[in-house]
């Protein structure tokens, strides 16, 4: 799908012409040159504002059409780090200091035998305190490897807290709802699309001067579900990156459209897609939109997009009773938070 943003240039005059005239030089300017002056000058001022707006409206739409070119690495076998060594110095300083209490300041040999003693036993405690810290490290690895098992086992609550640390920072709050074999359920939310589509969209006119012209109905809502799917997309791409056993995920996409009369939450279900690691392979990831790619790849998908404009509408939840089962799942309120 075309953009619709085509090569914009911004123009602005920066002054003009000397006028030729035959004002003496002392003479005080007409009323009417400092009008055209000030006239001049605010056009300058509106032509500088509309090109600054025309730039940050077209990095939002191509902001959209970039979404799902994002590069997660693939998980590996965690290991732990090695451990510090002991601090030498502090630990000799405690016990010469132990070591020379009581001893006076010129009794040399009294006081070389004691440092001989501290040294002996900083060496020791050396090796007292490094030994433990290889064991903590040992533990600590023993723990990651039985965990890194059972992320590989697809165990559904370590898959699970694995994604939410993941999802942590999304941009669209996602959820890891459950865990079927090697197969996750995940949720998205999203905005409307009045919170996500700019209205205008900067072009240039025949005559290649700047415009901004309200976005028609049909490219809007083309535009809100590519932002849609590169928001599947990234969850996915994400989820398939932390859990390598996970080989396909379901994903629910939900709108939040606002608060009812009790103050909870209320979702609509705009999309709900199935797609698979084996589909996904291979990708042109750089050159591909995200809604080619959900169409292309998936292996069930459910929308309902209006017949004219193509916005998509709610989900009828009546006829699918495992998708209301997984939504009604979703903690909304954390979601949200």
Request: hydrophobic share 40%; with cysteine.
């Amino acid at each position: 799908m075309s953009s619709g943003i085509g090569p914009v240039g911004f123009y602005s005059s920066l002054g003009g012409g000397a006028r030729r005239g035959s004002r003496s030089r002392g003479a005080t300017p007409s009323t009417a040159a400092y009008q055209r002056q000030l006239a001049a000058q605010q056009r300058q001022a509106a032509q500088a504002q509309r090109a600054e707006e025309a730039q940050r409206l077209a990095q939002a739409f191509l902001r959209i059409l970039a979404l799902h070119r994002v590069d997660f690495p693939s998980a590996t076998r965690p290991i732990a780090p090695q451990p510090a060594p002991p601090d030498r110095a502090s630990i000799y300083k405690h016990y010469e200091q132990h070591a020379l209490a009581g001893i006076g300041l010129f009794d040399r040999s009294k006081r070389a035998a004691a440092k001989q003693q501290a040294a002996q036993w900083t060496e020791a405690e050396m090796q007292r305190q490094w030994a433990d810290r290889l064991q903590q490290q040992a533990e600590w690895q023993q723990h990651l490897d039985q965990r890194w098992q059972q992320l590989c086992g697809n165990v559904p609550d370590v898959v699970i807290e694995t994604l939410e640390e993941a999802f942590e920072d999304n941009e669209a709050p996602s959820a890891a709802v459950g865990v079927t074999g090697s197969e996750v359920s995940l949720v998205v939310l999203v905005p409307g699309v009045d919170q996500v589509v700019p209205d205008p969209m900067p072009t240039t006119t025949q005559a290649g001067n700047l415009s901004l012209r309200k976005l028609p109905q049909r490219d809007r809502a083309d535009y809100y579900k590519q932002f849609i799917c590169g928001q599947v997309l990234v969850t996915i791409r994400e989820a398939l990156a932390v859990a390598p056993a996970i080989d396909s995920a379901r994903v629910a996409v939900l709108r939040h459209d606002g608060t009812d009369g009790h103050g909870r939450p209320r979702v609509s279900c705009l999309l709900a897609v199935e797609l698979d690691r084996q589909a996904l392979n291979g990708v042109q990831w750089d050159t591909a939109d995200a809604l080619a790619i959900v169409n292309d790849t998936n292996s069930e998908l459910l929308q309902n997009p209006r017949p004219r404009t193509g916005d998509l509408q709610p989900l009828n939840l009546a006829a699918e009773p495992a998708l209301t089962a997984l939504i009604n799942a979703v903690d909304l309120a954390e979601l949200l938070s």
